[in-house]
């Protein structure tokens, strides 16, 4: 059985952990298992209608006041305890800020190998999953083989994605227990106090599926006017390399990369990046790469699907005003 961690958002399941879902129903069918649902503390009340429409034969709900504030400790309590009562083989999550750190606190508490950014998962022989993981900022796959010890679950985090959601092919019926996990004191010494929205008129960066990036061939950070209204004309989010934000051009949370975010669109379009390996660890997953850029021998020119060579403030406009046009 494959228990998701499953995080929500105002109308629902969120875009990540619908992937998951989707995902997990892809390694079910090949070993004949089954899909369960983890929620852990407050949600909306659309999230059961969410995880039926993804086929969830059970929804656990862990329930308690103290999680009202995200704390990656609790969770991680609150999933063990969860994945011991129902006997889940595999505990999956999304491989997001909280999916990979409230994982990370279960392999340390079990004394289990974890497999994050997972591509692709099969049921294996001897009750083993093999994982294909995205290594080396995504410039290479390897291949584990994971084991629960003991009756513990095999921990995965999926890419982000690595699948595209899908509903199930029919709707289900899940049945609904709630359980207060096993708290201490220190699974709540650090937590979430406040959280504040950030205003990014960029969109969301990590689930957009067109990024358009941007580099020091911008120029400075007047500079991003052409590049911001072609953000808006693709419906897609604005991502930066390190040099912008450490120059002060562009805010942090927009930084793609090493250190930054990491991104998986269908498209990815790097306006005058050079393409460091920092920079390409953050990015190298999306399904299609196009470079702008005025040298023909820059990483990002050479590694992209499709570049063109040239001045992005002259290409940048360009293709605005084609894009306006073809919109009527």
């Given amino acids: 059985m494959i228990l998701v961690l499953v995080e929500t958002q105002a109308d ?37 209608e969410g995880l039926a429409a993804h086929g969830v034969s059970a929804v656990h709900h862990a329930d308690d006041e103290r999680l009202a504030a995200y704390s990656a400790a609790a969770w991680a309590a609150a999933a063990i305890d969860a994945a011991k009562t129902t006997g889940a083989t595999t505990l999956l999550a999304a491989a997001s800020p909280r999916g990979n750190e409230v994982l990370a606190h279960v392999a340390a508490r079990l004394d289990l190998s974890m497999a994050a950014n997972a591509v692709t998962a099969d049921a294996g022989t001897a009750g083993t999953l093999v994982v294909r993981r995205q290594v080396m900022g995504g410039a290479a796959l390897e291949e584990v083989h994971l084991s629960g010890a003991a009756g513990a679950p095999a921990l995965v985090t999926m890419a982000g994605h690595a699948v595209d959601p899908a509903p199930a092919a029919a709707p289900s019926s899940p049945s609904v227990s709630v359980f207060a996990p ?34 020091r061939g911008v120029g400075g950070a007047e500079q991003f006017g052409d590049l911001l209204e072609l953000t808006e004309l693709l419906g897609g989010a604005l991502g930066v390399s390190r040099v912008v934000t450490s120059l002060g051009w562009r805010p942090h949370h927009e930084q793609v990369g090493q250190t930054g975010s990491r991104v998986s669109p269908d498209l990815y379009l790097a306006c005058g990046i050079s393409g460091a390996i920092q920079h390409w660890a953050g990015m190298s997953s999306a399904k299609t790469i196009i470079a702008i850029n005025t040298d023909d021998e820059a990483p990002m020119v050479t590694k992209a699907h499709y570049a063109v060579i040239g001045d992005l403030h002259e290409i940048v406009p360009a293709v605005n005003a084609e894009i306006r046009k073809r919109k009527g």
């Fill in 182 to 215: 096993a708290l201490t004191d220190a699974d709540l010494v650090a937590r979430v106090v406040r959280s504040e929205p950030v205003v990014n008129e960029s969109g969301a960066l990590t689930t957009s599926r067109v990024v358009v990036g941007a580099g």
């Fill in 12 to 48: 629902g399941v969120e875009l990540l952990s619908a992937e998951a879902l989707t995902f997990a129903r892809g390694i079910a069918a090949s070993g004949d298992g089954d899909v369960q649902a983890l929620v852990v503390g407050p949600h909306p009340a659309a999230t059961l």
